[in-house]
């Protein structure tokens, strides 16, 4: 994602949509693979604040979990949606990634799903909706 949003003209035979923009590269672990266990739940407000608190403009995340709605009550967890809110605040323009079950019947995904986010969905060369994209209202 990160050569789609600042490759340098020329690179790789594309140009980026912000050559000039500078990345401030933040790894999530995925579950239970950080340290002491901690899981991507818990490890990416904890993300989304740091890049807020360190000057990030736009916060772009390319993941996404699916939410249980039997289990989940909210589509969006709490300590996602404070921190998204958190980096709003501070300016900062967040963006995440829809999901790609477009053939699973689009299920709902998170952190794309939350208040504020700018959900991002894919599209393909003729710009009709790829057929693993999901799609949602909020979309």
């Given amino acids: 994602m ?3 949003m600042v490759a340098a003209p020329g690179y790789a035979g594309i140009e980026g949509l912000a050559p000039n923009a500078r990345l401030l ?3 999530v672990p995925l579950t239970g693979s950080g340290p002491s266990g901690l899981s991507a739940s818990d490890a990416l407000p904890q993300a989304i604040r ?3 608190d360190h000057g990030a403009s736009i ?3 390319s993941l996404g979990g699916s939410r249980d709605p039997s289990r989940d009550a ?3 967890p709490v300590g996602h949606q404070d921190a998204i809110t958190y980096a709003i605040s501070k300016g900062a323009i967040v ?8 053939r699973e019947g689009s299920p ?3 952190p794309g799903v939350c208040l504020g ?12 909706v790829a057929p693993f994209s999901s799609r949602h209202p909020y979309l």
Avoid: Y
């Avoid at 990634?97 to 477009?102: D, I, K, L, P, V």
């Fill in 95 to 102: 963006v995440a990634a829809s999901g790609n079950g477009g």
């Fill in 25 to 27: 590269p933040i790894a």
């Fill in 50 to 52: 740091w890049a807020a």
């Fill in 74 to 76: 909210l589509p969006c």
């Fill in 59 to 61: 916060i772009s995340m």
């Fill in 108 to 110: 709902v995904e998170e």
């Fill in 117 to 128: 986010v700018v959900s991002v969905g894919a599209v393909e060369a003729s710009r009709a």
């Fill in 2 to 4: 990160s050569s789609l």
